[in-house]
């Protein structure tokens, strides 16, 4: 298996652009998570699914982020729009019911 | 709401030192806890996962130990190695499933 996959690897955008951030979780993994690791607040939970469906947002900062999981192949994370401090490591996780999460290599995001 | 801490928040040992890290959480309701390392500017990959009911699990020169009660869990590397010099991150999930993650402790092992 290729593992989690993240894409892009690295994004840097201007300050109000919309920003798409894209995860492809293991094959026959039902759950689905977003992180944001920063450096002044560490690695913080966004949002998770569970077979295709929001099961807890409560950790989006606000409005301008968005996430939906089409399929159970595919996850996108939308900042819209994008500010300075949104800067930081996105990483998407994967996992069926109590066992190991397994992350992705991470999306590094530059606002400017 | 759950915190998880680590200490040391850093650590610098010789090649060969055994060495323990540790963790401890403030609500004992957890569902597992995981280690994970992190390299600079990578992703997190899994070393070892304890479930609930579990004391300990180990993987090659890593053990790690889990006590629900007292909130603790140590993760001791034998014979440590350059190549173990890395961050590593304790994190706990309750029924939720969500990982609470601590800071981390950043080891490097000298040659």
């Known amino acids: 298996d290729a593992g989690v996959i993240q894409s892009p690897r690295h994004e840097v955008t201007e300050m109000g652009q919309e920003v798409t951030l894209r995860c492809k979780p293991i094959?026959?993994?039902?759950?689905l998570f977003w992180y944001r690791q920063t450096m002044m607040r560490g690695l913080e939970l966004l949002i998770y699914?569970?077979?295709?469906?929001?099961?807890?947002d409560s950790g989006m900062p606000e409005d301008r982020f968005s996430a939906k999981m089409p399929n159970a192949s595919f996850s996108t994370l939308k900042i819209q729009p994008s500010e300075p401090r949104d800067s930081a490591v996105y990483f998407c996780?994967?996992?069926?019911?109590?066992?190991?999460?397994?992350f992705g290599p991470g999306t590094r995001l530059t606002v400017l | 709401k759950q915190e998880v801490t680590q200490i040391p928040a850093a650590l610098s040992v010789p090649e060969g030192e055994n060495l323990v890290l540790n963790c401890s959480f403030t609500?004992?309701?957890?569902?597992?806890l995981q280690w994970f390392r992190q390299d600079p500017g990578k992703g997190l990959t899994s070393l070892l996962l304890?479930?609930?009911?579990?004391r300990e699990q180990t993987s090659g020169r890593l053990n790690a130990s889990l006590d629900k009660s007292s909130g603790r869990s140590t993760l001791y590397i034998a014979a440590s190695q350059p190549g173990d010099s890395a961050t590593y991150l304790c994190?706990?999930?309750?029924?939720?499933?969500?990982?609470?993650f601590g800071s981390g402790t950043r080891l490097l092992v000298r040659p």
């Open positions: 994190a706990v999930s309750d029924s939720s499933y969500k990982l609470i």
């Open positions: 996780a994967s996992t069926t019911s109590h066992n190991e999460q397994f």
């Open positions: 609500d004992s309701a957890i569902y597992n």
């Open positions: 304890i479930q609930s009911s579990q």
């Open positions: 699914f569970n077979n295709n469906v929001p099961i807890d």
């Open positions: 094959s026959g993994h039902d759950y």
